[in-house]
């Protein structure tokens, strides 16, 4: 069911000629443009008002690119952390949580940030769209699309490396709307993509987009619009774990809107984002001083994908390079990159179980542990003002509590199928 919703208003700036142009529809770049460079939602409304806790993720609505809302939907939430906070001697530790905590007010089942984005992206598609929305991932963004997806009635092709699977459990039965592909065995996310890739060559589906889709962007700012509005004030740091680093793009974006608010003062945060070494294409690239990302072998990095316990963070092509990416968010916030190894990490996700009360992902824990490694190299003042994005959490006890279902896959590919192959199975599929 639909709630009854104003469409927000808003309009598209092109980050690489300043032009302004309309959404005509389902946009991801600058119409008759054509260096690489991402496109910006420019809303009508330049102060947030936020629409309430019973809205779900569209209390934020004003700085959502959206057509409608739909059911279900949470929002991130922020709190003051005490035990994580006092165990590493922090003043102003914020945490902004992304999952499922019902004592906190934190409802995402899916027990992750990427509800975000889908809330958001499938709030940009015109209802009367009859095509299929075709969705990359490792894991986490797959569940939360499904999820919504489902609930919405919305067609939805999934492609999936094979390994992960079984990341894909849900508290109730999907709706058979929602159809899986899978790349083979020894597959990583990259492979995934380029499945996708091929898919949205094929008659009536249609590319989410990725880091494109200023809907994904936007749905990924909720983190930080959550952390502002709680706290009062924009935070000096921003901690989070990456693997397209689209969510701190987001973040960036929101922050820049934030100042443009003039509520919440005018600092932007130092963007802290981490990866899981040895998995680290971003870190490499941004100690090198280079915009551009560095050569890294595809079986090598398949081999550093399957060392890494955050595998959501394992994307070979993240949105860094180009124009109003990673790279520019953070040059000019005067962020950095960091890594964490699976054992530090999996030593920050016991230490904030035992400290917070609850257990968190690897990604998140890659996070927890870079700002552990910040705090003790003495680079980051106890005194602070910290975001810590928590991107994922409460699946342990979700599943606890929860009879789950898995999603079965519907089609299965090599590492490199043939358009030709790829359109013939999808025509064997009825939505």
Known sequence: MQSVFTPTQYKLLSLATGKIFKDNGWMLDAPGEDKPALIRAIYERQQLHLRGNDTGLYTFSDWLPLKRTLEGSSAPVTYKSEGLAATLGLKNLWITFSGYWPEKGAGMTTCSFKETEAYSVCGRMDPALKQVLVVASAGNTARAFAKVCSENNIPLLLCVPHDYINALWFEKPLNPCVKLAVTAHGSDYFDAIYLSNLATQCEGFLAEGGAKNVARRDGMGTTVLSAVTTIG?????????????????????????????????????KLMVSQNAPFQPIYDAWKAGSRAMLPYDDDLAREHVTEIDAKVLSNRRPPYPIKGGLYDALLDTGGDVLKATNREARAAKELFLETEGIDIYSAAAVATASLKNELNAGRLDPDALIMLNITGAGEERFKREHSLFYLEPSLHFDITPELQEVREKLNTLTW
């Open 233 to 269: 004030q924009i935070p000096e740091y921003y901690f989070q774990a990456v693997g397209s680093g689209t969510g701190a793009i987001a973040a960036w974006e929101a922050n820049l809107r934030l100042i443009a608010d003039g509520r919440f003062g005018s600092n932007k945060m």
